[in-house]
Each structure stands twice: as C-alpha cells, then as structure tokens.
C-alpha cells in the first residue's frame, strides 16, 4: 500500500494548480469581454451566411442508408445534378451553388445532429428538400429559430404551410396529403357513386390529412378505414378486414414498400378490389423492384405490375420522354447525373431544385435569409416550373403545388382521366386549373429567371 | 511538507467520496474549457456523447458489476425522454429544468422496479430476451396512445428560456454570453458528472460490493447472506435511473421525443459503447461514447474529402463502426480501459519486481492485480456466466 501513497499525492498537487489556473483564465476571460467577445459576434452582420461574392451553400437531410433510402436516395443525387447544370451555366448572380447532403437515416435523433451540423458547422444559407414528415418535424423549430430559409421540404404534411406565423422560413412543395384526398375523394364520388370505399392508410400525418379530405366527399360511401404503422411490414390483418367490410374500392396513402406488401397481400387472400393509390406510394418502377423482392421472384416485378391502378400526377415523370421538362431533365441526367438512369426520384429532385433557383434569381443579388423569403411569398406564386398547377406561396400559406390529375396507370405510364384539378385545404373548391402550368416548357438553356 | 504528503495520501486512500468528488470538478473544470472552446455544432455533439455517456455508465454498471445483460436500455431511454416531453411542450412550461430531469429519472425508476423484478428471475440469454421484449414494446405504446404520445411523429420538446441567474453566472465565470447549444450541453454535463459520481461512490459502497458478488459467484454470495434478488433489482432500478437521466438530456439535445428514436438500434448501440470502452468502467462507458458520437462524422467526412460520391460516404460510417468494433473485440477483448488497465499492471508488476530484487520495497506483488476491486476486465467471462448457471 505505501507504494502507492506518491502517486495521489502528485495528482491532489497538479489537481489544485490546474484549478487556480483556469480560475486565473476565467478571470482574465472577463476583463476582455468588452472588446474581443462583441467584436467576434457581431462581425457577420453585412452578408448573409453561407453566401459568398461567387458561392452559395445549401444543405439538406435525406436517408442515404437504412429501410427508407431504396429511392428516397435517388432524390439528392438529381437535385445535385441539376444544381451542377446550373452551375456550368455560370451559376445564380455570378454565384456557385454548393449542396451538401446529409444522411439522417431516416431517424429523427440523426436528423437532429446532421441539422445541426450543416447549420452550426457547414454555414448553410438554407435548407432545400429536407425528406420525410417525423424527420423534419426534429427540426422545423430549430431551423425557424436559427432563421434558416426552409424551402421546399420533401412531405406533404400540411404543418410546413398552412400556418406561416408559426413557422415563417418553412415552405412545403408537393401537394399536401389533404388536398390530394380531396381531389380523389372528388373524384370517386362523381365517377364510381356505387363504389363500397376502403381507405388504407398510414398512421400519421400522412393518412390523417388524406382521410380528411376523402372523407369530405365520400363519407357515407367509406366502409372501412385500417390503418398501418410504418415499419411494421404484416398488413394482413388490415387488408383482411378492408376484404371482409366489402370493399370494392380501395384508396391507399401509404409509401411504396407498403404499395408492394398491400398488393402481395390481397393476391394472397384473393382480394381483387380495384386499387387507387397516392402519388407517393405509385412509382411504377420502385414497386415492380420491391414487389419482386418481397414475394422472392414469385411475383414478377417490372413496370407493369400496376397496370390498371389508379394514382394522381403533380409533376411530368419519366414515363413521358416527349414532355419538354423530362427531355431536359434528361438532358440535365446525362451531362451533369452520375451512374444509373433518371428516374421518378430523380425527377423530384431536379424539379424542387429548379424552384430554388427561381427562388435565388428573385432574391436578387443581395442575398439575405429574410430577403429570399419575402420574395418567395411575393412571387412564389408565379413561379415557373414542371409542377402541372401553380404553387400557393403567399405571405398567409407556405403550402405548395395547388393541384393535380388523377391518373390510371397503363404499361407502367399515366393515362390522364381528369385535366389538372386545382384547390385548397378547408372547403375551397375543387376547379379546373386556368393557369396553363401545365402545357408550358422550360426555357432554352434550362436555367430559370425571376418571374 | 513531508507530513502535509502523507495526509493528503492519507484521506486519498481513506476519502473515496471525497476523491471521487475531486475528480468530478477537476471533470467539470475541464467541461468548462472544452465547451467554452468549442463551436455551437461541437458543443451539441459534446451533449450527444453526455447522454449516451451516462446511460452507458448506467448499463455498465449494471453488466459489468452485477453480470446482468439489458437490450433495453434504449427503451428506459425512451420512458425518460417521453417524461420530459410531457413537461417541457411549450416556452411557458413552468416546471424547473432540474425537476423536469428529477421527474424522468424517477418515472424510469419505477419502471426500472417492474422490469428489475422480473428480470432478477431470469439468467443470461433469456433476460437479454426479456429486455429486447421492452425495447421493442416501448416504442409502441408511444404509436397506441397517439393522442397522449404523438405516434409516429413524437413530441416536440420545447427547452425553456435560460434563467437569468444562468446567464449572469456563465457571463461572470467565462465573459461570453450563453448560447443555447452551449446551455444544453452544460446541462448534459453537469447531469452526467452528477451521474458519475453517484454511480461509483454506490460501485464502491457495500451495495457495489454485493453486486459484484452476486456476478462472481450466486451460490457463494448467497452463503454469505446476501439477498440475490435484492441485490438484482437494486443494480437493475440504478441503472434504470441513469438511462432515465440519459433519455431527459437526450430530448433536451434532440429536441423531440419520438419512436423512431428509441429503435433497438439505441439499445444495441449503448451495448457496443459499452463494449468498446471496456465492460464495468465508468471511463470506458465514456469513451466508448465518445468513439461513437464522433465516429460516423469524422468518417463521412474523410469520405466526401476522398471523393466519394454522398451516398458511398454516408455508407462508409456503419462499415467503419462495425470494422472498429470487430478489431476491437479481437485485439482488446477486455475493451479499451480495460486493457490499458491491464497493460498499466502488468507494468507495475514487472516494476515492482525489479524493486523487489533490489531489496527496497516490500510491495504484495498480488495487490494491484486485482481487478475484482474493480470492473471486471473479461466481457466474456460475465456475460456468460448467467447461462452457464
């Protein structure tokens, strides 16, 4: 035991000394303040963050790995590609667009620390395309009290528009999931009066704001609503009872993994209702994989394993190669894209990407965070674009894409049923959109103006 | 100055609340001039790494001192992050930060009771089952009681404004104004360094003593009269509570309180940071948080720096995570702490046996070659010792 007397001793010695040390520190810290501290805080006044004379850096969270990322992946690697395009064009004002991307996984927590990271650490002017509804709820707090632009976040939740003075610097994009419903619901209710509905429906956000709006038209004709948790793959009991309510027409706001397990399902029980999906949970190509996977090969995949489902269309996608906007998405792929072919996400992701450029064109050379926001609620709703029907942006709604098409899936491409439908959450009315979005073509060199 | 040596050698030896007490505001000095010195996105991940420390340090106690194994942690994570949420929903929540943490912490403790009695029943493989049952479970209830609870998408966590006696006194010690990053990662710290020192002043007690006991032999300890389900339970409702602290500073950091947070992935990662650090060591439990809150940035960094296209980069961290945990169980199967520790004896002994032929000292060569003062040093041996039995 003596042995071990000299070492303590050593450490309660040095222990002290490096304790009046740093209190000596702390003291001299605050004899300075004045001058150094204010000095260091108050240095980034003039220019905004994240902006440069010749760069801009924007970030964004998406799930690069994990359950989630099997398409949702896609997405940032179109939006680099076109902002890359942008770039060889000499860039926005003479500036360079940066954009990192983080993964998050798909997880909350992680979309918190990345948040954190490319706001604190990477200096991002803004956040463009952040996916997913638990995800970036993490984060519209922060992002709004940091004042971080929030432009265009990948879900169709209403909570990043429909109420701007609580989040101020939020924009939605898509269409919100209620006016969707309304739109199907609209439809249904006109074109299939005897149809017995079920609604199947994921239990969040997303199923909650669909069943609104179908409820507003088909209330008395719903039989049944079951509901599934994302990430819980047996949908048996759910379809079993959608089967067993008579339900011969099924509307599903669900994601594609859920697309491909409904589906092998009902084959499963015999359950041959026609099927009506959401446009999130219809891309063609991404179920056909999944259903494949799932049923070990017994299922054959391919685009047209949904042939005869009904879906809705808010953007032209790679099954229509004659669209001006595909073509230079096209284009755009093969200058800029890397490995791989464009796909549906792809498209996605160049078609937010081209509203953030418009968005930087309109803020002018004097880039600031609010300056891009007030230009956003002045003109956001002239903004050109792929979208079929004009954007909501106002100083009183955030919410995005105002309308679009019901469509019945034909060989793996939409057959239009309805011309593009436009409305609004609440009781606005479902109308025939008169803005012409839908026929118009990207300019020549495929870089967008100011409105 | 000889005499004033040999007292402070004196209560060093005899003192263990007193040294542990020293250690911990040395800790909190050295938390004062890294956070001070780091940036607001540092100074968040330095609040990530405080809770997976303490609710490491809590699961380390509980393996590495009572031999028992928990996968669900993460859920009793998720019982003390949910409390918090249900205190802390809006700016005006008036309930005190302390006792909002106060409150997780004694939730979870109550859990804890449940689960540690049921679990004190159980040995090896099947309480490792018995608990991945509750970190599967608990998320949920949180999906069930969606009003209540948020469902998928959780609840948000609204951390209150700071108190101006805070500000006025991080002004007075530092001279510069208190960021709010910087305000939950003191929060984060000031718990876990709290946390620490409850959990090795109790390893140290009679109660830590039993503990190991129970873990080194049942039957022996039995016959010397101590209670096994007792002691279980005891080290079990511990643990619990510090996963219930861990889970109230991580919705402070995260600011949401959400299933998807709370997956089985938390619990296995808590297992592997206590793994990696070294089974039964406070530090270890600390490191091993460290290695994996830092990890998967520095790497995707090195990766996007390398080249590699986003998507690659963001794959390359698990690869890394899962490479560094392969070798690590490889080369130092006792975990980081505890073969420096080893390697530091052997060096003693060896030291003290050149002495010894020299005739000076007079050194019980076994003395410091004895771990069962502390942390077990062999994972293997503990974990497996509930079914072998």
């Known amino acids: ?451 | 100055m000889a005499a004033l040596r040999a007292r402070a050698s004196a209560w060093w030896a005899g003192s263990i609340l007193g040294r542990h007490l020293l250690v911990a505001l040395l800790g909190l000095v050295v938390v004062v001039v890294v956070l001070e010195s780091s940036s607001d996105f540092r100074n968040l991940q330095l609040a990530s790494m405080a809770y997976l420390g303490i609710a490491a340090g809590g699961l380390t106690v509980l393996t590495g001192l009572n031999g028992q194994i928990s996968l669900g942690h993460g859920a009793l994570m998720a019982i003390g992050a949910y409390t918090t949420a249900l205190l802390l929903d809006d700016r005006e929540a008036s309930t005190p930060l302390p006792l909002v943490v106060l409150a997780a912490v004694v939730v979870t403790l109550l859990v804890g009771i449940a689960v540690g009695a049921a679990a004190a029943r159980l040995h090896g493989p099947y309480l490792a089952g018995a608990t991945l049952a509750l970190a599967v479970a608990v998320p949920g209830i949180a999906l069930y009681f969606k009003e209540q609870l948020g469902g998928e998408q959780g609840l948000r966590v609204v951390l209150p404004d700071i108190p101006a006696w805070v500000l006025d006194l991080a002004f007075f010690v530092t001279g510069q104004d208190l960021t709010r990053s910087r305000y939950v990662a003191y929060l984060a710290w000031v718990t876990l360094v709290i946390t620490f020192v409850l959990l090795a002043n109790l390893s140290r007690s009679r109660v830590g003593r039993r503990w190991r006991a129970v873990r080194d032999d049942e039957v022996a300890a039995e016959l010397a009269g101590v209670h096994l389900g007792r002691a279980r339970v005891s080290a079990f409702v511990v643990s619990a509570a510090a996963a219930g602290a861990a889970g109230a500073m991580m919705a402070v950091t995260v600011r949401l309180a959400a299933p998807s947070g709370f997956t089985l992935t938390l619990s296995l990662t808590l297992l592997s940071a206590v793994v990696l650090g070294g089974l039964g060591s406070l530090a270890g439990a600390l490191i091993g948080a460290a290695l994996l809150t830092f990890l998967p940035q520095v790497v995707t960094d090195l990766g996007v720096d390398a080249g590699l296209s986003d998507i690659r980069a963001a794959e390359l961290a698990p690869l890394v995570y899962g490479v560094v945990m392969v070798l690590v169980i490889l080369l130092a199967p006792a975990g980081i702490v505890g073969t420096v520790r080893t390697a530091l004896v052997k060096r003693r002994l060896r030291r003290s046996a050149v002495a010894q032929t020299g005739g000076a000292a007079t050194t019980d060569p076994t003395s410091p070659a004895t771990p069962a003062t502390d942390p077990a040093t062999d994972p293997a041996t503990t974990t497996s010792k509930g079914s072998t039995t």
């Open chain 1, 1 to 451: 035991m003596r042995r071990r007397l000299h070492r303590p001793t050593t450490l309660v010695a040095a222990a002290t000394v490096g304790v009046l040390l740093l209190g000596a520190c702390g003291a001299g810290g605050r004899d300075d303040d004045g001058g150094g501290g204010d000095g260091g805080d108050g240095g980034g006044g003039a220019t905004a963050p994240g902006v440069t004379e010749d760069s801009i850096k924007i970030g964004a969270h998406f799930p690069l790995t994990g359950v989630a990322a099997p398409g949702y992946n896609e997405i940032p690697t179109g939006a680099k590609a076109y902002f890359d395009y942008v770039n060889a064009q000499g860039g926005v004002h003479g500036r360079q667009i940066e954009y990192v991307v983080r993964d998050d996984g798909y997880n909350p927590t992680n979309t918190s620390s990345v948040t954190n990271e490319l706001v604190l650490e990477e200096e991002i002017f803004a956040m463009v395309g952040g996916l997913g509804t638990p995800t970036h709820s993490a984060v519209v707090d922060f992002l709004n009290d940091e004042g971080v632009p929030d432009f265009f976040v990948s879900s169709g939740s209403l909570q990043w528009g429909d109420d701007p003075s609580a989040y101020p610097y939020t924009f939605g994009w898509q269409p919100d999931y209620e006016i969707e419903g309304k739109i199907i619901g609209q439809y249904v209710a006109e074109n299939m009066p005897d149809a017995k509905v079920g609604l199947f429906l994921q239990d969040d956000d997303f199923g909650d704001d669909a069943e609104k709006g179908v409820r507003q038209f088909l209330d008395d004709q719903v039989v049944a609503a079951e509901r599934y948790t994302s990430g819980n793959t047996d949908v048996g009991p759910q379809i079993a009872s959608l089967q067993a309510a008579g339900a011969d027409l099924v509307l599903s706001f669900n994601t594609p993994s859920y697309t491909a397990l409904s589906q092998l399902v009902a084959l499963k029980l015999g359950y041959e209702p026609q099927w009506f999906y959401t446009n999130v949970g219809s891309d063609a190509d991404l179920v056909g994989s999944l259903l494949s996977r799932f049923s070990e090969g017994a299922v054959e995949g391919g685009s047209s394993s949904l042939d005869g489902v009904m879906t809705t269309e808010y953007i032209p996608g790679v099954d229509q190669p004659d669209d001006p906007w595909v073509q230079l998405w096209q284009k755009v792929w093969d200058g800029h894209g890397e490995k791989g072919k464009l796909t549906n996400y792809r498209v996605y992701g160049m078609s937010h990407a081209y509203a953030f450029v418009q968005a930087l064109q309109a803020a002018g050379e004097d880039l600031t965070r609010d300056g891009i926001v007030e230009a956003m609620e002045e003109i956001g709703a002239d903004l050109e674009g792929p979208q079929l029907a004009p954007f909501r942006y106002s100083s009183d709604s955030h919410l995005g894409i105002s309308g679009m098409r019901v469509v019945e899936i034909r060989n793996g491409a939409g057959e239009d049923l309805t011309p593009v439908l436009v409305t609004d959450i609440g009781d606005a009315e479902i109308v025939e959109d008169d803005s012409g979005q839908d026929g118009d073509a990207p300019p020549e060199n495929g870089v967008p103006e100011a409105p």
